[in-house]
């Protein structure tokens, strides 16, 4: 037998023995989105390159170009018990923008968005799988919907997850878990047609050897760090949230009804709590609650969509130290477009999060969606917003107190140029109430609004 008659044979043999092993599916996905802020005249409000969260009665007109694409592949067996996904990103890089977005293109801009494996336990005739890695969590949209790392057990209505946000060894003179933030999430979904209803809670806590906790300059307003469970300093804190969301409809004589609904009631402490390098230190209690519902109607082409919702906010004036404002761990709201996500370029925005610092949030919202054609769909919506507490604040000579945020307008079109193309471009107009003198500039604080907010943005996204 020749040489390579051997060779052709052995290799022969390990495809045939490999060949049950190598059984697979394989995917590839891709979000492909270029970003347009084609037009604002307070790009200080959006955060730009500074973080910050400012009006300028003289304004600061903007725009920019930028890019947000999402790569993903998926690899599975043949019967799905086993699946592997890994995703990366090119987050928010805005043309010109140096480490990736100016000449050459040179910058080391990516990141990991998505790393886990998703296995069926064997004999299990019904789904029982676990989610190890880096994945998408959702507990409630309100509460905490973005990747985490941890454990996930999941069911078809039914989960339980050991999440870990925060990770130190333990150092001499420490304690187990000294360091980490941790969290023990459990839900569960109910569907009886037309009912959807789920239950849910979330425990996370942190802990230290330090004598206190350093929450000097944190500053509860600003977009980082602020009022939210990712960026509170470190130290001993603990919060546990309980929720019921679901949703209902049925058709009518008028089309079709639907009620969405979200109740959220959290409570915990920040312990050791200090604003003066430890001199003096104190126990706060934390608690809170949100609610919000949508109440709609679907008629042909057509949806109006009524929005209400309330996120409890800290009375400033109380003499209590104690905190009474909701809190969210990670999130990313879009109800508005001027005071969230609802921008398209989405990395430059005012406040991910459903409120203002730990004045809450008081929002009603009425919107119009129609479906022109299949490949497109326009909308205006209507916006009040208050603060659920008053923001305070001095120039100096008065102290200021109010709450209304504004009236906001908002309009969107967009059009599928193809399946998996979208175009889509939006506008926000905010005539600003009292409260966001808060925001101006020194010279311009009176107790009364100067400034009124626009924007438009758009985007080309590609999608596969």
């Given at each position: 037998m020749s040489k390579n008659l051997k060779i052709l044979l052995v290799v022969a043999l390990a495809l045939t023995v490999a060949a049950p092993a190598m059984a697979a599916k394989f995917a590839f996905h891709g979000d492909m989105d270029n970003r347009f802020n084609l037009y604002t005249n307070q790009i200080g409000w959006f955060g730009g390159d500074s973080g910050s969260q400012v009006l300028d009665d003289d304004g600061r007109n903007d725009t920019f170009g930028e890019i947000k694409y999402r790569l993903w592949t998926e690899m599975a067996t043949d019967d799905g018990s086993i699946k592997g996904v890994y995703g990366i990103e090119v987050g928010g890089v805005k043309f010109g923008q140096s480490g990736g977005g100016s000449f050459s293109g040179d910058g080391v801009n990516l990141e990991t968005r998505w790393a886990y494996t998703d296995f069926q336990l064997p004999g299990v005739d019904s789904k029982a799988r676990f989610q190890i890695g880096l994945f998408t969590n959702t507990v409630n949209k309100w509460f905490w919907s973005e990747t985490a790392m941890g454990v996930k057990f999941y069911t078809d209505n039914w989960y339980l997850a050991w999440l870990r946000g925060g990770q130190n060894f333990t150092g001499s003179g420490e304690d187990w878990g000294d360091g980490d933030i941790d969290s023990l999430n459990a839900r569960y979904d109910l569907k009886v047609e037309p009912v959807k209803v789920g239950f849910f809670l979330s425990y996370l806590w942190s802990k230290t050897s330090d004598d206190f906790a350093d929450y000097a300059g944190f500053n509860p307003f600003a977009k980082a760090p602020g009022w939210e469970v990712k960026v509170l300093p470190a130290g001993d804190w603990n919060i546990l949230a309980l929720g019921i969301d679901g949703g209902w409809s049925t058709a009518t004589n008028f089309g079709k009804a639907?009620?969405?609904?979200?109740?959220?009631?959290?409570?915990?402490?920040?312990?050791?709590?200090?604003?003066?390098?430890?001199?003096?230190?104190?126990?706060?209690?934390?608690?809170?609650?949100?609610?919000?519902?949508?109440?709609g109607l679907n008629f042909g082409k057509a949806t109006v969509t009524y929005t209400v919702l309330y996120a409890s906010g800290h009375d400033l004036s109380s003499s209590s130290n104690d905190i009474d404002a909701f809190i969210s761990v990670d999130v990313d709201a879009n109800y508005s477009i001027i005071f969230n996500e609802g921008v398209y370029t989405n990395d430059t925005y005012f406040s991910e999060r459903p409120y203002v610092g730990i004045s809450g949030m008081f929002l009603n919202k009425l919107a119009l969606d129609y479906a022109a054609t299949k490949k497109t769909k326009l909308g205006i919506a209507g916006l009040y917003l208050m603060t659920a507490e008053d923001l305070e604040w001095t120039d100096g000579a008065s102290d200021f107190s109010e709450s209304a945020l504004g009236i906001e307008i908002d309009a969107y079109v967009t059009h599928k140029l193809y399946d998996n193309l979208e175009l889509a471009l939006n506008f926000g107009y905010l005539v600003s109430g009292d409260a966001m003198d808060f925001f101006e500039t020194s010279a311009t604080q009176d107790g009364s609004a100067d400034v009124n907010i626009w924007t438009s943005t758009a985007h080309v996204r590609y999608s596969f």
């Open positions: 639907f009620i969405n609904w979200d109740g959220i009631y959290e409570f915990g402490s920040l312990d050791n709590f200090s604003e003066d390098g430890g001199v003096t230190t104190e126990d706060i209690d934390q608690k809170g609650y949100l609610l919000h519902a949508d109440l």
